[in-house]
């Protein structure tokens, strides 16, 4: 199993980034998958998941500007970010929860990519 997540990068304030987590060793529609960031000195936060049945779920914080999608003949998952704000900084991770629909429960991911900076500034 291995995701690997790419797409970050620097962006001015209401501009837009996409990321990527393209993932191998399972299929998307049998499994939870989700994306998480951390900014520096704060804890991790859940951004958006994919349940198993295609349900898609996003905090509050980026509710109206982000959406996840997949694509299963890519084995890829996408986060559109719109609207991007100062406080999106953060290093973006992609996990999945296999055998398992998506949750925010960080600790029931067992596997996960290597982050991808994010960084909005002007």
């Known amino acids: 199993v291995q995701l690997q997540a790419s797409g970050g990068g620097l962006v001015q304030p209401g501009g837009s980034l996409r990321l990527s987590c393209a993932v191998s060793g399972f299929t998307l529609d049998d499994n939870g998958i989700a994306w998480f960031r951390q900014a520096p000195e704060k804890e991790p936060e859940g951004v958006s998941c994919?349940?198993?049945?295609?349900?898609?779920y996003y905090s509050d914080s980026v509710k109206g500007r982000f959406t996840i999608s997949r694509d299963n003949s890519k084995n890829t998952v996408y986060l559109q970010m719109n609207n991007l704000k100062p406080e999106d900084t953060a290093a973006y991770y992609c996990?999945?929860?296999?055998?398992?629909?998506?949750?925010?429960?960080?600790?029931?991911?067992?596997?996960w990519g290597q982050g991808t900076q994010v960084t909005v500034s002007s």
């Open positions: 996990a999945a929860n296999i055998g398992y629909g998506a949750d925010w429960y960080r600790t029931d991911y067992a596997y």
């Open positions: 994919v349940n198993t049945d295609g349900a898609t």
